[in-house]
């Protein structure tokens, strides 16, 4: 088993000489393979480990019996050992998330910010092959596309999560844990036949390879690699028809207005579309929808199909302009040599909004349809000068307010003489260009012990601004531009 995760780690590019590797142990059996191979490993690879441990606070006692278990654990191997812990049953509840969700939701947030904070590199977790069938099977009778296919991957970049385990079996880790006289914890939720995935993995999987196919773990997984690479291709494919085929903002005599929390309008010219291939045509409308943070269903794909399809290939004439309602509230509207895509809520005033941001840490904004990121990043070398870009972590208070200017707000940016209303610095000529009445309401800032310290666009004020060493540097990302697994 050391040799084939070794073998995969180098395939894959996983890992390399100097990298620190948290390692994400819940006390389960997996994960404590995964700490006992990379630490068998650790010299050749030439790494250093240390143990990750969430408490998620859903099983009590025996969620706390699995941190003492694996706090001994990394004390016995002599590694460093970080904690975090969350109430995941009432972030549930709070986000309306099932509680797999928001486990993973807040496990994942807490592993951004070791790295953010320089405690690792990378977070190294313990999925296997199994996961990767499992994941699969699930998609597959849920529904799913090309990109669903692709299961979980090995390395996500972004997220800074390495799974050197994807391509060994359950069994494997059970056997090798055996030779090596290893204990581990078991969880009895996995037992849960009330879960998706227990029942498939209880019950589907097991049936289906005593009946079917032996070999179906492995023939997923070959799939879900395969399914990676095309999508790869894709991917780059559409990056570069895009530019050609879509237009941004509403179209007016003088060009077209759009704004940086996502465009009000997409709009995609019907004569190139029309003459590119039926899968590229889907993955077109797929990509523009997605900008919104909406994601289509196959039945939707289609009838956007229908709406666009040539005049000569309609029985009927068509009338200049049709909609057809798309989820997330987004509306779709072909016009003779457009097809053009809109919500239907970027031309209502948005309501007020105010969120909890953690220093460091990160939060949804579902009125922006994006994230807003508090991390811990380099300021150099400015000991008297200081960078606009970055906040002093020191003057900021562990939590802050993210929220939409108010009537009143004024902010302070470098550089300016007096601190400015807000309203004045959301004029065009503060701009250099339109932005929509919902965009000028819903224009985020941040509040820190009552003074707005960051404002989208703008440099944060002298007097809070990083000088040398470390800074908190604010992130806007859009949600859904990144894979979740």
């Not at 006692?61 to 699995?66: F, K, L, M, R």
């Not at 097991?206 to 999508?231: D, F």
């Not at 404002?455 to 809070?464: D, I, L, T």
Request: hydrophobic share 40%; glycine share 8%.
């Amino acid at each position: 088993m050391i040799e084939k995760v070794q073998r995969y780690v180098r395939e894959h590019g996983l890992i390399r000489a100097g990298d620190r590797i948290a390692v994400a142990v819940s006390g389960g059996a997996d994960s404590v393979a995964l700490l006992r191979v990379l630490l068998e490993l650790r010299d050749e690879l030439g790494i250093v480990l240390s143990v990750a441990h969430f408490n998620h606070r859903i099983r009590g006692a025996d969620a706390d019996g699995d941190e003492e278990f694996v706090r001994a654990l990394a004390l016995g191997f002599e590694l460093e050992f970080h904690s975090g812990a969350a109430d995941v049953p009432a972030y549930s509840r709070e986000h309306k998330l099932s509680l797999e969700t928001a486990a993973r939701d807040v496990r994942q947030q807490w592993f951004g910010q070791l790295v953010q904070q320089g405690q690792a590199d990378k977070i190294a977790t313990a999925h296997t092959l199994d996961d990767q069938a499992e994941t699969l099977l699930m998609r597959i009778l849920r529904g799913t596309g090309g990109r669903g296919l692709t299961g979980i991957a090995p390395w996500q970049r972004e997220k800074c999560l390495i799974r050197p385990l994807l391509n060994v079996t359950r069994r494997e880790v059970e056997d090798y844990l055996a030779l090596s006289r290893q204990t581990w914890r078991e969880d009895s939720s996995n037992k849960d036949l009330h879960h998706t995935r227990n029942r498939i993995r209880h019950e589907l999987l097991p049936i289906l390879e005593s009946s079917y196919n032996p070999a179906l773990r492995q023939n997923l997984a070959e799939l879900a690699e395969v399914a990676r690479a095309e999508e790869d291709y894709w991917e780059k494919e559409i990056s570069g028809l895009l530019p050609r085929l879509v237009r941004f903002g509403k179209p007016s005599r003088s060009g077209r207005s759009s704004g940086p929390a996502g465009p009000d309008v997409i709009a995609l010219e019907l004569a190139l579309f029309q003459g590119l291939p039926l899968a590229a045509q889907r993955r077109v409308l797929r990509a523009i929808t997605q900008q919104f943070g909406v994601g289509l269903e196959y039945k939707h794909v289609q009838q956007l199909l229908t709406l666009v399809q040539p005049d000569h290939a309609r029985q009927k004439p068509r009338k200049p302009a049709k909609e057809v309602e798309l989820p997330g509230g987004l509306v779709a509207v072909r016009s003779f040599r457009e097809l053009q895509i809109s919500s239907r809520e970027s031309q209502l005033p948005p309501a007020d909004y105010c969120y909890r941001l953690d220093i460091p840490g990160e939060v949804a904004i579902p009125e922006l349809k994006s994230r807003i990121r508090a991390q811990l990043v380099s300021a150099g070398n400015n000991v008297s000068g200081y960078n606009a870009a970055l906040l002093n972590q020191a003057l900021l208070a562990p939590e802050v307010k993210v929220r939409n200017w108010r009537p009143g707000d004024r902010f302070f940016p470098a550089h300016t003489r007096s601190p400015k209303k807000v309203k004045e610095l959301l004029q065009p000529a503060r701009l250099g260009r339109e932005i929509s009445p919902a965009e000028r309401k819903a224009w985020p800032v941040i509040e820190n012990e009552g003074e707005i310290v960051w404002m989208r666009g703008f440099s944060v004020p002298e007097a809070y601004a990083a000088n040398a060493g470390h800074g908190i540097e604010i992130q806007e990302t859009k949600i859904g531009s990144e894979a979740e697994n």
